[in-house]
């Protein structure tokens, strides 16, 4: 194991001698407090005026991005606790979208009144309860041959064990899955090198299988987690709970995961803390979960070999548990599904390097990244090379047998990301910096050291996640790093004691160093946790939908109308309009109803324009629709309130958009006018 810190002094006056790109008559200077910033003329009177430094003019036009010019990168990122994602433009780090996905969201109609967005909350729904925010956690976007695909996204709810597929095609959440037999979800979401499942997994374990009771005094015997891998239609993107699978794992606080690729393909792997087992109880005369769950020396890396689950699940091993293939703990222990790897105490992240050679495990209480070869890891399973079984007969392999090397990185190393020459770069979030260092000799390609710490950036401040351009593929873009920090304490003006996160944008030179520091972005709704980055140009989504499109399943809707179209049908206390969306007006523009009718309106944008979305609205009805062109969209609702309402289109579409408006009429029960 090699421990030999060589790190560059990356301290604020780090001289960058490199010449302001623009300047006519370069002066490379390197005292930042000196009167010349290496421009000339009216550049060298702006940064004069506006106190910029060599370093920061320089950083400036690294991520400048001009008026009218696009983004080289799309950034996905968690929200958090705002249960939806962000779409974020890089290097310019402008926000492109917000995509509601747990939570409802009225710019976009979801679940404010529109069939689809309605449907798709309502299937996330495991009970009667109706759950009305979701926490994001670990957006994964499609891969094909462990390449973003840039076809489908999914990202699970950290609250409450659901997953949601987002459909890239037009950036809108088409599926919520209430995953069964998990309860809060953490580890993935991953993608399967070609897209084959995506997988979650559980945080706590809860009473097994779901649905049931147990006390905590039966916690071992009676909780259990679950690694769960459903599978994706390739035509659509949607996850097919039928043809999935879990594999039960054992009562352990199951943590990060990451998909095997290349040669690791096949495997997957969850990290774990508190294989204490314990369940808190301090003013029940025992220990808090945090110091009961932190004695352990070693927890679990779980490797599981989903390509033998699959085999068992075709088999007729699998039981049917709440809907779901499910692989038994004590058959995934004695079939090779399920393998147990220590790793030093209560870690965090564990990432799969490019080459699927090195997983890396982040130890968050131990200051370094262990180091493991895959190659080593299956010679282990396959020989049988065990230290023993854990309480529940899963094996555990022989630490010494499997590890690669451990680095000394620095205060609660959490997750890495890679490069493609042969780097990890680790948060730490207690010491608030990134670490870079190398992984095996095999795929370091610049010379260095092999398992060496290589240089170390500062941050601002606790990072948590980091997310490198295309970072999570077989072949990283050594382009931009991004620390996703959880406070920024100082680095933005005051907006009261709740303070944005700190998104900072980080220059990796191509992944040979020196790495800068380029930008400052605060996220003002929630916390994300982490994000992934594609190439732009991997990116096709649609302009305008064809004429008529039924946005759930991308197909003609029955309810579409083309211009002229209109029509309105009584069914008894029934009233189904069929409207249309063209600027400036609705037709028909005034809605005819009798208090108590269920009135069904399908409203067709007949436009074909690119941006020309419309929205409507009807007053004290709890109802907003967006209709993209060539949308179709279906309200439902009990006119149970007599009166005239407004109807409106919510998006300025035109000059005549506020004329672009119309009445719901309600006629009071028993009065003799209404219609149709
Ligand atoms: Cu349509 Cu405003």
């Given at each position: 194991m090699?421990?030999?810190?060589?790190r560059y002094i990356l301290a604020a006056g780090l001289a960058v001698s490199v010449a302001f790109a623009m300047a006519a008559s370069v002066g490379?200077?390197?005292?930042?407090?000196?009167?010349?910033?290496?421009?000339?003329?009216?550049?060298?009177?702006?940064?004069?005026?506006?106190?910029?430094?060599?370093?920061?003019?320089?950083?400036?036009?690294?991520?400048?991005?001009?008026?009218?010019?696009?983004?080289?990168?799309?950034?996905?990122?968690?929200g958090g606790h705002s249960g939806q994602l962000l779409v974020i433009g890089l290097p310019s780090m402008r926000i492109l979208k917000t995509i509601a996905v747990f939570t409802p969201e009225p710019w976009q109609g979801f679940g404010t009144g529109a069939d689809w967005g309605e449907t798709v909350l309502e299937e996330g729904n495991r009970t009667d309860q109706v759950l009305e925010w979701g926490d994001t956690h670990h957006p994964a976007i499609s891969e094909t041959d462990g390449e973003y695909d840039g076809r489908y996204l999914y990202i699970q709810d950290r609250a409450n064990g659901r997953m949601a597929f987002v459909d890239l095609r037009d950036f809108r959440t088409k599926q919520i899955v209430a995953v069964p037999n998990i309860q809060t979800s953490h580890g993935g979401m991953f993608v399967t090198p070609n897209s084959e499942y995506v997988h979650v997994s559980s945080k706590f374990p809860e009473p097994w299988p779901s649905g049931t009771f147990a006390n905590l005094d039966e916690y071992q015997e009676k909780f259990r987690g679950a690694s769960t891998w459903l599978k994706?239609?390739?035509?659509?993107?949607?996850?097919?709970?039928d043809q999935s699978f879990q594999v039960e794992i054992p009562p352990y606080s199951q943590d990060l995961a990451d998909a095997g690729k290349k040669v690791s393909d096949g495997w997957g792997f969850i990290g774990s803390f508190n294989t204490e087992m314990a369940t808190g109880g301090n003013m029940e005369g025992g220990d808090s979960l945090e110091a009961g769950a932190s004695k352990n020396n070693f927890d679990y890396l779980h490797a599981i070999n989903w390509k033998k689950a699959e085999e068992l699940v075709a088999a007729g091993r699998a039981e049917t548990i709440n809907g779901i293939n499910v692989i038994r703990l004590d058959v995934a222990a004695a079939e090779g599904v399920l393998y147990l790897i220590p790793e030093p105490k209560s870690p965090h992240g564990i990432d799969v390097d490019p080459s699927g050679r090195y997983l890396v495990v982040g130890g968050k209480l131990d200051p370094h990244a262990t180091i493991y070869d895959f190659e080593k890891v299956k010679a282990a399973a396959e020989a049988e090379d065990f230290e023993g079984r854990d309480p529940f007969g899963v094996p555990i392999l022989n630490f010494d047998s499997v590890v690669a090397g451990q680095v000394e990185l620095g205060a609660g190393p959490l997750h890495t990301q890679f490069d493609s020459q042969g780097h990890g770069y680790t948060s730490l979030f207690l010491e608030s910096a990134v670490a870079k260092f190398t992984l095996g000799e095999d795929v370091v390609k610049t010379g260095e050291e092999p398992f060496t710490l290589?240089?170390?950036?500062?941050?601002?401040?606790?990072?948590?996640?980091?997310?490198?351009?295309?970072g999570d593929t077989v072949s990283p873009d050594d382009k931009y790093l991004v620390a996703l920090n959880k406070w920024s304490i100082d680095r933005f003006l005051t907006v009261g004691p709740l303070h944005p996160q700190n998104f900072q944008l980080i220059d990796l030179a191509g992944g040979n160093g020196p790495?800068?520091?380029?930008?400052?972005?605060?996220?003002?709704?929630?916390?994300?946790?982490?994000?992934?980055?594609?190439?732009?140009?991997?990116?096709?989504?649609?302009?305008?939908?064809?004429?008529?499109?039924?946005?759930?399943?991308?197909?003609p809707s029955e309810f579409a109308i083309e211009g002229g179209g209109e029509k309105v049908e009584r069914n008894g206390d029934r009233l189904e309009v069929w409207m249309s969306a063209q600027r400036s007006h609705f037709t028909p523009d005034i809605i005819r109803a009798r208090e108590g009718d269920t009135v069904v309106i399908h409203i067709t944008n007949v436009e074909q324009t690119k941006d020309a979305t419309h929205g409507f609205a009807i007053a004290n009805h709890n109802i907003q629709v967006s209709l993209d062109p060539g949308e179709v969209a279906t309200v439902e609702f009990v006119a149970d309130q007599p009166g005239a309402f407004n109807m409106y289109c919510t998006e300025f579409c035109s000059a005549l958009h506020l004329e672009m408006a119309g009445w719901l009429i309600v006629e009071p029960a028993g009065s003799a006018s209404a219609g149709p």
């Open positions: 090699n421990l030999k810190p060589r490379c200077d390197d005292d930042d407090d000196a009167p010349s910033n290496g421009a000339s003329g009216d550049l060298q009177q702006i940064a004069d005026e506006r106190g910029l430094s060599p370093d920061d003019m320089r950083h400036a036009l690294m991520q400048y991005v001009p008026p009218g010019s696009k983004d080289d990168y799309v950034m996905f990122a968690s994706i239609d390739q035509a659509t993107g949607r996850v097919l709970l290589i240089e170390k950036i500062p941050v601002n401040y606790n990072i948590g996640h980091l997310s490198i351009t295309e790495m800068q520091l380029l930008a400052d972005m605060p996220i003002p709704n929630a916390e994300p946790h982490y994000t992934q980055i594609i190439k732009a140009d991997k990116l096709r989504a649609l302009d305008v939908y064809p004429p008529g499109t039924d946005v759930l399943t991308m197909q």
